[in-house]
């Protein structure tokens, strides 16, 4: 939130954590009067309850993202009561009532007691608590590291699907994200908890020797007089505040050691721990037959043995009755037109785009069968209108027995674009790089992006994505297939009367704009320069931007390769955004003698050939070089040169490096930052 001014606004809940911050400080120098260290002491105890609750109550560990900043901010308050309770104890001989009914009623007024219960605390936190939430944080951060890019392929290749939006693909990898984050923070704040049990032992004997020193030696005490009245209250104000961090530790480990899952804690065990009554009923009859034994206490045994047994009965009828309800009714599955094969072969027109797919994957488009293939072509065409601002027209999928069987052909406009064999079986797991683990599986390449994959089995898929993969069902290859195909040709589905769309969209909200360009420009010449646009990727869904472009610039130029450059200028925003190049664009930039070479080559007139060999090869392989070494690094290969050079370097990468982004200087926003990570040199 932002005041009018622009600088953020302060909110009553960051004013009190502010507040509190400031106000622990002060109680390390300012005196506290006992009543206020009795309220602070029960509110500590009051937030180690509340911090435990929301933890055991909490289906995602995202949703309590804040617990490792608590850990610290918990920390520092109870290391400032324990300095104000030292302090009150040694100058006024009393630490307050809860303190003193604390070392009273919970160890009896028994000092012993009282230490060897603390010390079983102390223990119990730092050796087992502790040291295992510090262990589960370790692996957890280590994991979600190297689980980071396989999830965000699995993102892409759910988008490139049609599965998502692109804003629910951002809020992915966003959580993604805030999920390694977490991990790392609970990494390091599992040290907090391990240095409190510590700093708790520690003041625990100094008030011990402190208590000893003044009562005897200021007070007159004897030293039984002085071990009853000190060591009383010592024990007492170390388990008033080991207690509740021993509660926060245990929340701590409950957070960390929680597997991904749809519901709270409480909900999964009860889910999980009587999820098969068979095992309740034996665990009864066991602790039933341990009571028979002679010389064993048969009350206790024969009373839970009782309760569990009871459960496990109970339990059994009510999963009989679940399973009665949930049997559905027989019934005959109707046969439809468009489950009988064609026996005639009809004359139609040529399709702009098509699957067709093999025998054995038709039952993916049956809804009838499960298939929920139709339903995803649906969601990638809007995908594709909402990334591109291209409407496509319709995607006909249907069945060819001339194919294999598990075989599937994409066609535009009735010419074979792309075709794999899935298995409709198996699961495909794709290697993000540099994994050193493997699984068991057929190798296959990901028609998609060309990545190196497995065809595994459903047993397999759980532990593949556990060491990184990225794993998809059959119908997600085939739609990121498509996907992609559509991207790569998406220049060839506009024709004019797409275009004669857009224009009459255009020229319900901007008729004087629609009048003035079609009485400068024919729809073939408009046509031309939305496809120069969408053969590089350039989304065109801003119409109202472009046609501003190309008003302005058609009374000097007809021509469609110079009208396509200044509309990418006037683009430049929307082209950095869609590629995501901001704010520093690290790009692969031309030598000062190859730019004046090429440009003096472009502007040659005459006979002859206008570019040396030499130097075009030098370009050419300059640019194959380097665009593979950006891809290599996880960077967009990205190349800048000037606006004259753009055209003649795009017509170059187009045969060597298709994917090679090509800017020029004219496209970028001023305020961006250009870092040449390789020059190309003849």
Same mark, same amino acid.
């Given at each position: 939130?932002?005041?009018?001014?622009?600088?953020?606004?302060?909110?009553?809940?960051?004013?009190?954590?502010?507040?509190?911050?400031?106000?622990?400080?002060?109680?390390?120098?300012?005196?506290?009067?006992?009543?206020?260290?009795?309220?602070?002491?029960?509110?500590?105890?009051?937030?180690?309850?509340?911090?435990?609750?929301?933890?055991?109550?909490?289906?995602?560990?995202?949703?309590?993202?804040?617990?490792?900043? $608590?850990?610290?901010?918990?920390?520092?308050?109870?290391?400032?009561?324990?300095?104000?309770?030292?302090?009150?104890?040694?100058?006024?001989?009393?630490?307050?009532?809860?303190?003193?009914?604390?070392?009273?009623?919970?160890?009896?007024?028994?000092?012993?007691?009282?230490?060897?219960?603390?010390?079983?605390?102390?223990?119990?936190?730092?050796?087992?608590?502790?040291?295992?939430?510090?262990?589960?944080?370790?692996?957890?951060?280590?994991?979600?590291?190297?689980?980071?890019?396989?999830?965000?392929?699995?993102?892409?290749?759910?988008?490139?699907?049609?599965?998502?939006?692109?804003?629910?693909?951002?809020?992915?990898?966003?959580?993604?994200?805030?999920?390694?984050?977490?991990?790392?923070?609970?990494?390091?704040?599992?040290?907090?908890?391990?240095?409190?049990?510590?700093?708790? $032992?520690?003041? !625990?004997?100094?008030?011990?020797?402190?208590?000893?020193?003044?009562?005897?030696?200021?007070?007159? +005490?004897?030293?039984?007089?002085?071990?009853?009245?000190?060591?009383?209250?010592?024990?007492?104000?170390?388990?008033?505040?080991?207690?509740?961090?021993?509660?926060?530790?245990?929340?701590?480990?409950?957070?960390?050691?929680?597997?991904?899952?749809?519901?709270?804690?409480?909900?999964?065990?009860?889910?999980?721990?009587?999820?098969?009554?068979?095992?309740?009923?034996?665990?009864?009859?066991?602790?039933?037959?341990?009571?028979?034994?002679?010389?064993?206490?048969?009350?206790?045994?024969?009373?839970?043995?009782?309760?569990?047994?009871?459960?496990?009965?109970?339990?059994?009828?009510?999963?009989? !009755? =679940?399973?009665?309800? &949930?049997?559905? &009714?027989p019934e005959a599955l109707p046969i439809t037109n468009d489950m009988v094969p064609e026996t005639k072969v009809q004359l139609t027109p040529v399709d702009p785009l098509e699957v067709e797919l093999g025998y054995a994957l038709v039952p993916m488009a049956d809804p009838a069968r499960g298939g929920d293939l139709l339903d995803r072509?649906?969601?990638?065409?809007?995908?594709?209108?909402?990334?591109?601002?291209?409407?496509?027209?319709?995607?006909?999928?249907?069945?060819?027995?001339?194919?294999?069987?598990?075989?599937?052909?994409?066609?535009?406009?009735?010419?074979?674009?792309?075709?794999?064999?899935?298995?409709?079986d198996r699961y495909l797991a794709m290697d993000p790089g540099g994994l050193e683990e493997t699984v068991p599986g057929q190798p296959t390449v990901e028609p998609a992006f060309g990545l190196q994959a497995l065809w595994i089995s459903p047993a397999d898929k759980q532990r593949a994505e556990l060491i990184g993969y990225t794993v998809?069902?059959?119908?997600?290859?085939?739609?990121?297939?498509?996907?992609?195909?559509?991207?790569?040709?998406?220049?060839?589905?506009?024709? =004019?009367?797409?275009?004669?769309?857009?224009?009459? +969209?255009?020229?319900?909200?901007?008729?004087?704009?629609?009048e003035e360009l079609t009485r400068l420009l024919s729809l073939g010449e408009i046509q031309k320069v939305l496809q120069n646009l969408l053969a590089e990727g350039v989304p065109i869904r801003d119409l109202v931007l472009i046609f501003e472009a190309l008003a302005d610039w058609a009374p000097v130029t007809k021509d469609p390769e110079?009208?396509?450059?200044?509309?990418?200028?006037?683009?430049?925003?929307?082209?950095?955004?869609?590629?995501?190049?901001?704010?520093?664009?690290?790009?692969?930039?031309?030598?000062?003698? !190859?730019?004046?070479?090429?440009?003096?080559?472009?502007?040659?007139?005459?006979?002859?050939?206008?570019?040396?060999?030499?130097?075009?090869?030098?370009?050419?392989?300059?640019?194959?070089?380097?665009?593979?070494?950006?891809?290599?690094?996880?960077?967009?290969?990205?190349?800048?040169?000037?606006?004259?050079?753009?055209?003649?370097?795009?017509?170059?990468?187009?045969?060597?490096?298709?994917?090679?982004?090509?800017?020029?200087?004219?496209?970028?926003?001023?305020?961006?930052?250009?870092?040449?990570?390789?020059?190309?040199?003849?």
């Open positions: 939130m932002t005041n009018p001014s622009g600088a953020p606004s302060i909110r009553a809940s960051d004013v009190i954590v502010a507040g509190a911050m400031v106000a622990m400080v002060t109680l390390l120098i300012v005196p506290l009067p006992q009543f206020l260290v009795d309220l602070l002491l029960t509110f500590n105890i009051a937030t180690a309850v509340v911090i435990v609750l929301v933890s055991i109550f909490t289906n995602e560990v995202l949703q309590f993202s804040s617990l490792p900043t $608590l850990l610290l901010i918990t920390t520092l308050f109870r290391i400032t009561l324990n300095v104000s309770t030292t302090r009150l104890l040694l100058t006024t001989g009393e630490a307050g009532e809860v303190i003193r009914r604390f070392g009273e009623y919970v160890i009896g007024g028994n000092t012993v007691v009282g230490l060897i219960v603390f010390l079983i605390l102390v223990i119990v936190q730092f050796i087992v608590i502790t040291k295992g939430a510090e262990r589960v944080s370790e692996v957890a951060a280590r994991f979600t590291l190297d689980a980071m890019p396989g999830k965000q392929m699995s993102i892409d290749a759910d988008l490139n699907a049609g599965l998502i939006t692109e804003a629910e693909a951002r809020a992915r990898r966003r959580e993604i994200e805030r999920e390694a984050d977490f991990y790392g923070a609970m990494d390091g704040a599992t040290k907090f908890i391990k240095g409190d049990a510590i700093a708790g $032992l520690l003041i !625990v004997f100094i008030n011990l020797i402190g208590g000893f020193i003044v009562g005897m030696l200021q007070q007159g +005490m004897s030293f039984s007089e002085a071990w009853a009245h000190y060591s009383l209250r010592t024990v007492g104000d170390g388990l008033v505040t080991q207690i509740p961090a021993l509660l926060i530790s245990t929340a701590a480990g409950i957070l960390v050691t929680r597997a991904a899952g749809e519901s709270s804690l409480g909900i999964e065990l009860t889910r999980q721990l009587g999820g098969d009554p068979k095992l309740l009923m034996l665990a009864g009859g066991l602790l039933l037959g341990l009571g028979l034994i002679p010389g064993l206490p048969t009350l206790p045994f024969f009373l839970i043995g009782a309760v569990i047994l009871g459960t496990g009965v109970l339990g059994s009828r009510y999963q009989r !009755v =679940r399973e009665a309800a &949930e049997v559905p &009714e072509v649906v969601a990638v065409r809007k995908q594709v209108a909402a990334s591109l601002g291209l409407v496509l027209p319709y995607i006909r999928v249907r069945d060819n027995l001339a194919l294999s069987p598990y075989q599937y052909v994409i066609k535009l406009r009735g010419i074979e674009v792309g075709s794999y064999e899935l298995q409709p998809v069902d059959p119908a997600s290859v085939l739609v990121a297939h498509l996907t992609e195909v559509i991207k790569e040709n998406a220049h060839l589905l506009l024709g =004019r009367q797409e275009v004669k769309n857009m224009v009459d +969209m255009v020229k319900e909200t901007h008729p004087a704009l629609v110079q009208l396509t450059e200044k509309v990418r200028v006037a683009l430049g925003r929307t082209i950095v955004h869609h590629f995501e190049l901001g704010p520093v664009i690290r790009a692969i930039t031309l030598a000062p003698d !190859v730019e004046q070479r090429l440009q003096a080559a472009a502007e040659k007139r005459g006979p002859g050939p206008a570019l040396d060999p030499q130097l075009a090869q030098a370009v050419i392989d300059g640019i194959q070089r380097e665009a593979q070494a950006m891809a290599q690094k996880g960077l967009t290969p990205v190349l800048v040169c000037s606006p004259a050079l753009r055209p003649v370097i795009r017509r170059i990468a187009q045969h060597t490096y298709p994917k090679l982004i090509v800017l020029s200087y004219a496209e970028l926003d001023p305020k961006l930052e250009i870092e040449s990570v390789a020059v190309i040199r003849a």
